[in-house]
């Protein structure tokens, strides 16, 4: 890279002086513009291998059922594929009555001849033309002056409105695009376009459409915003009009500069989902809807099953989506680190039925795109005990309680840095039954019995294995757990007990968890699952025993 990259690099700077009759920047998007895909276009004509009619025609069920309306169907005078599918869309009626097809063309009219003959016998249909206008493309191009460029664009208008004469069956809506249109002289990009609409003459009720590309993002979309704002104020016939944008994404700001461009005035966004296109792609249609639904604004667009909606993108593109990719990708409702996995777990506990979102890192409800919440939260090393509690719960049912999800992520803090990877709830479930729920060495409980006496007193008689060997042993006390406790003989305190149900009905289970002191030696929890609540808590004392009786080196008298 250069030090100086100024001496081969120079901005783009659209107008001369600052544009300051701009007021976009205190709008807010309120509703959602008209979408117009062109996957099976601009998209198409970016692919290693360009889509055969099969993913083609595929493509295009998909979108509509995602609810686009207007769709950019091919290029039919490029190659003989895109025509015949063009042909097969409306020979074999797959065009349904709410949709209307859209085909570019250059302004030759040879191909605007060609272009017809394809969409002979459509409902409706809209013709695209377009012609670069900026400087670069003036002179290294066409080596043509301005005057010459704009008469392409009228040229091109002019042969478009004999053809259309020439298949009166068909509604025709116009649409003209200055390609280049952010490279070039606002004044330019303006003269040409009235010039166009004015040889069109669109009335309100018969519109044509302008569309303003970034067919190379080449600025802040600041910059892009002014630009639609001085050509929405000055196009003739504004009320004739839909003013489209078109950005592409170089710079990787193609979503900011449509949103910017949608508040300087423009009606409609071209692009392609999940932003396929030349180069870095064309603006994404799902960020841009999902952007807009996240404000509490209905996009009119459909990705409630987002997972399937890319799995055809993909198939057809022969392309993946990221998995940051935003609302789609992966990985975009998976926190790995332990703070946004316990905000997130707080989150959801606390989020209401029909009340405003507000968990924690998450910008959309996962379940409203079709996500489930299953991967919402993943454990490897970043995590903390808040990732580690959420999996437990969600999966089997235990809620640890908060000084045992500290004490049992050490032991999973151990496993994922051992391994470098991640742990999912299974494993997280044998290591908690390793550590915990399997610990019945030395002491084992064989078999008990518990006699209230009319006094209050509570008796237990266990029978133990210790090291393999049955030992029966009786113990009274206050309660089942106390006399429980003495009838094991270890001088143990309890420090703190939890329980609760796994489960409802006849087939639930109980989850127990003490804290135990076990002589001079430090505290540490013991737990157990049981069908009976009352063996889940011995069971649990017992692994709080062994569990000591191991960290003390197997030197602690049982
Ligand atoms: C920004 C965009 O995405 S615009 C859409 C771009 N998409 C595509 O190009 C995909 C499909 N295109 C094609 O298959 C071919 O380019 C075709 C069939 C349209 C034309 O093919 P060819 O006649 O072989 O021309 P070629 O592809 O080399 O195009 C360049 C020629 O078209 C001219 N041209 C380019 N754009 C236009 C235009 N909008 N109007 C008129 N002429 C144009 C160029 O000046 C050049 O002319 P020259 O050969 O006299 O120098
Ligand atoms: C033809 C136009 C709209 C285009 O595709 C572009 O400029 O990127």
Same mark, same amino acid.
């Given at each position: 890279m250069l030090s100086d990259p100024s001496k081969k690099y120079r901005p783009v700077i659209p107008f001369a002086a600052d544009y300051a009759e701009r007021t976009w920047p205190t709008r807010r998007l309120t509703a959602a513009p008209i979408w117009m895909s062109t996957d099976l276009r601009d998209g198409n004509q970016s692919l290693i291998e360009p889509m055969d009619s099969r993913r083609k025609m595929r493509f295009f069920k998909q979108l509509i059922a995602v609810g686009l309306k207007e769709i950019e169907v091919a290029f039919p005078s490029a190659s003989q594929t895109d025509f015949d599918f063009v042909r097969e869309l409306i020979d074999d009626g797959h065009i349904p009555a709410d949709i209307t097809i859209e085909v570019i063309t250059q302004s030759r009219p040879d191909l605007i001849a060609r272009t017809f003959e394809a969409c002979a016998g459509a409902r409706r249909v809209i013709v695209h033309l377009y012609n670069a206008i900026a400087p670069a493309w003036r002179r290294l191009v066409f080596n043509m002056t301005p005057e010459q460029i704009k008469q392409i664009a009228l040229d091109g208008t002019a042969w478009v409105r004999e053809q259309?004469?020439?298949?009166?069956?068909?509604?025709?809506?116009?649409?003209?695009?200055?390609?280049?249109?952010?490279?070039?002289?606002?004044?330019?990009?303006? $003269?040409?376009?009235?010039?166009?609409?004015?040889?069109?003459?669109?009335?309100?009720?018969?519109?044509?459409?302008?569309?303003?590309?970034?067919?190379?993002?080449?600025?802040?979309?600041?910059?892009?915003? $002014?630009?639609?704002?001085?050509?929405?104020?000055?196009?003739?016939?504004?009320?004739?009009?839909?003013?489209?944008?078109?950005?592409?994404?170089?710079?990787?700001?193609?979503?900011?500069?449509?949103?910017?461009?949608?508040?300087?005035?423009?009606?409609?966004?071209?692009?392609?989902?999940?932003?396929?296109?030349?180069?870095?792609?064309?603006?994404?249609?799902?960020?841009?809807?999902?952007?807009?639904?996240?404000?509490?604004?209905?996009?009119?667009?459909?990705?409630?099953?987002?997972?399937?909606?890319?799995?055809?993108?993909?198939?057809?593109?022969?392309?993946?989506?990221?998995?940051?990719?935003?609302?789609?990708?992966?990985?975009?409702?998976?926190?790995?680190?332990?703070?946004?996995?316990?905000?997130?777990?707080?989150?959801?506990?606390?989020?209401?039925?029909?009340?405003?979102?507000?968990?924690?890192?998450?910008?959309?409800?996962?379940?409203?795109?079709?996500?489930?919440?299953?991967?919402?939260?993943?454990?490897?090393?970043?995590?903390?005990?808040?990732?580690?509690?959420?999996?437990?719960?969600?999966?089997?049912?235990?809620?640890?309680?908060r000084r045992l999800q500290i004490e049992f992520s050490r032991a999973v803090q151990q496993l994922t840095d051992s391994s470098g990877s991640e742990v999912d709830a299974a494993t997280l479930y044998r290591t908690f039954e390793q550590e915990y729920l399997q610990r019945t060495t030395p002491l084992k409980r064989l078999h008990h019995s518990v006699q209230s006496g009319t006094d209050g007193q509570v008796a237990v008689t266990v029978t133990l294995a210790l090291d393999g060997q049955p030992h029966t042993r009786v113990g009274q006390g206050d309660g089942a757990l106390a006399a429980f406790i003495d009838a094991v003989g270890v001088p143990v305190r309890v420090m703190d007990f939890h329980e609760h149900a796994i489960g409802q009905g006849a087939s639930a289970r109980a989850a127990c968890y003490v804290e135990l002191r076990l002589g001079e030696h430090g505290s540490g929890f013991g737990a157990g699952v049981h069908s009976d609540i009352l063996t889940a808590s011995f069971d649990a004392v017992l692994s709080a025993v062994n569990r000591q009786w191991a960290a003390a080196g197997q030197t602690l008298p049982l």
């Open positions: 259309a004469a020439r298949y009166p069956d068909t509604e025709w809506v116009f649409q003209y695009s200055p390609e280049t249109f952010s490279m070039a002289e606002p004044e330019f990009a303006l $003269d040409v376009c009235n010039a166009v609409i004015d040889a069109w003459q669109p009335t309100p009720e018969r519109k044509m459409i302008i569309n303003l590309p970034t067919t190379v993002e080449c600025t802040t979309p600041n910059l892009y915003a $002014d630009q639609i704002e001085y050509m929405h104020r000055r196009l003739h016939r504004r009320e004739a009009l839909v003013l489209s944008v078109h950005p592409h994404n170089d710079r990787g700001t193609g979503v900011a500069a449509a949103e910017l461009a949608l508040l300087a005035g423009a009606d409609r966004v071209e692009g392609c989902l999940f932003g396929n296109g030349e180069r870095t792609g064309n603006v994404d249609l799902v960020t841009l809807a999902l952007n807009l639904y996240t404000q509490g604004v209905s996009p009119g667009l459909d990705f409630s099953d987002i997972d399937a909606v890319r799995q055809c993108v993909e198939h057809c593109n022969q392309l993946p989506v990221h998995p940051r990719h935003p609302y789609g990708g992966d990985l975009v409702y998976t926190a790995f680190s332990g703070s946004h996995q316990d905000a997130i777990r707080k989150g959801f506990a606390q989020q209401q039925d029909g009340g405003f979102w507000e968990v924690p890192y998450l910008p959309i409800d996962p379940a409203d795109l079709g996500r489930t919440y299953d991967a919402v939260i993943r454990v490897n090393s970043q995590s903390g005990k808040g990732g580690i509690t959420y999996l437990l719960e969600q999966e089997y049912g235990l809620a640890l309680p």
